[in-house]
C-alpha cells in the first residue's frame, strides 16, 4: 500500500493572531460561509429564529449557499465593529475560528503566499506553533462550513 506523503505543514506552523487587526474581516469580496450549527448559534445570541436571522444579516452566494452579509460601502463583514473587534465574536462561524487555515488557502503555495500576504499573525517573530492536529481540526470544519446550505427546514 502506498503511504501518504505528509502535508507541508505537519511539523506545525507558526502563528499567533494580532489583537485589534481584524484583517480577515475587512477584505472586500470575503465570503464566509455557514455550517448549520453556525446559523443555529448566532440566531440564538441574537434572540431571533434561524429564517428571520438569515434574512436579515445573510445574503446568498452565487450558487445560494447563505453566507454572511458584507457592508454595501466597503465589502468589510457585518459584524465587524470600528474598533476592528467582532460584535458576535462569542459565537463567530468556523470559517471565521479556523481562519487562515481554509483549505483554499492550504492547497497551494501561491494561495498559501497570498494568505501570508494578508495575515500579519503568520509573520510574527514570536509566534506560537500551531501542531498538526489543530491545523486539521480547523481544516475540517471549514470543509464543513463551506458545503454549507441552502435551505434551513429541510436537514440533510
Ligand atoms: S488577519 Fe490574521 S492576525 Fe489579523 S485578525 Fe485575522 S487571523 Fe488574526
Known amino acids: 500500500?502506498?503511504?501518504?506523503?505528509?502535508?507541508?505543514y505537519s511539523e506545525g506552523v507558526p502563528f499567533s493572531c494580532?489583537?485589534?487587526?481584524?484583517?480577515c474581516c475587512d477584505q472586500?469580496?470575503?465570503v464566509v460561509f455557514l455550517a448549520r450549527h453556525d446559523a443555529e448559534k448566532i440566531a440564538a445570541h441574537k434572540g431571533m429564529d434561524v429564517q428571520s436571522w438569515l434574512d436579515l444579516d445573510c445574503r446568498r452566494s452565487a450558487d445560494g449557499r447563505w453566507v454572511i452579509q458584507?457592508?454595501?460601502?466597503?465589502?468589510?463583514?457585518?459584524?465587524?465593529?470600528?474598533?476592528?473587534?467582532?460584535?458576535?465574536?462569542?459565537?463567530?462561524?468556523?470559517?471565521c475560528s479556523a481562519?487562515?487555515?481554509w483549505n483554499e488557502n492550504m492547497r497551494s503555495s501561491r494561495e498559501w503566499r497570498k494568505t501570508v500576504q494578508l495575515?500579519?499573525?503568520l509573520r510574527q517573530s514570536d509566534a506560537d506553533i500551531i501542531s498538526?492536529?489543530?491545523?486539521?481540526?480547523?481544516?475540517?470544519?471549514d470543509a464543513v462550513a463551506e458545503k454549507g446550505f441552502r435551505v434551513w427546514n429541510r436537514d440533510v
Open 1 to 8: 500500500m502506498r503511504r501518504e506523503k505528509s502535508p507541508w
Open 18 to 23: 494580532v489583537p485589534d487587526c481584524g484583517k
Open 28 to 30: 472586500p469580496g470575503g
Open 70 to 95: 458584507s457592508n454595501p460601502h466597503d465589502g468589510s463583514c457585518i459584524y465587524l465593529e470600528d474598533d476592528k473587534s467582532c460584535s458576535i465574536y462569542e459565537v463567530k462561524p468556523d470559517q
Open 99 to 101: 481562519f487562515p487555515w
Open 119 to 121: 495575515c500579519p499573525g
Open 132 to 141: 498538526l492536529p489543530v491545523i486539521q481540526s480547523h481544516l475540517k470544519a
